[in-house]
């Protein structure tokens, strides 16, 4: 009975052993869900703030490259003001009967103007009228560079030595200056 009774309390010991281990196991695994479980606001949160850091990456980066961009911008208009400064002095304004149109096709000039078929607005005005000039007419002055002013700008080309293409650009708004000039 001894050995019988032995064996039983042996049995009872690894039962409750093994329930203790189990237990154990149990309770560290229950604290370390409950330690590490976080609720799903938080988990939001960290996504929301993580695409926020990557939005903010993207707006730096951005910020960096206007920064060049205006630093390009900057120093091309260094480099203007001192080619304008060392410009050699213009005829007086006073001795020149069309002056007003020279100093509308010198912005155009300046502001790198090119024009062509369907081209509207005042500066194709301001190519109609020295037309109207230089043709010694009195066409309308409509804003619209059409057929007629294409035709028109293409017989002052060739008349000068321009490559005849019939659209307007520096070169074109040049010759014109030079010919009111000469006036």
């Known amino acids: 009975m001894n050995v019988g009774y032995n064996i039983y309390v042996m049995n009872n010991f690894k039962s409750i052993l093994f329930l203790i281990i189990v237990l154990v196991i149990v309770i560290i695994v229950g604290y370390w869900a409950f330690v590490t479980i976080e609720p799903g606001n938080v988990n939001i949160e960290r996504q929301r703030r993580t695409e926020l850091e990557e939005t903010n990456q993207k707006l730096e980066e951005e910020v960096q490259q206007l920064k060049r961009e205006l630093q390009i911008i900057k120093e091309k208009e260094s480099v203007e003001e001192e080619l304008e400064k060392e410009k050699p002095p213009t005829i007086s304004t006073t001795s020149l009967k069309y002056q007003t149109l020279i100093d509308s096709l010198q912005k155009l000039i300046d502001d790198n103007i090119s024009m062509k078929e369907k081209s509207s607005g005042s500066r194709v005005g301001t190519v109609q009228t020295f037309l109207n000039t ?50």
Do not use: R
Not at 136 to 150: E, H, L, M, R, S
């Open 134 to 183: 230089y043709n010694n007419i009195t066409k309308k002055v409509d804003n619209d560079y059409g057929a007629g002013t294409k035709k028109d700008i293409a017989n002052f080309q060739g008349a000068i030595g321009l490559a005849v293409d019939g659209e307007a650009g520096s070169s074109t708004f040049l010759k014109m200056i030079e010919w009111l000039k000469k006036q």
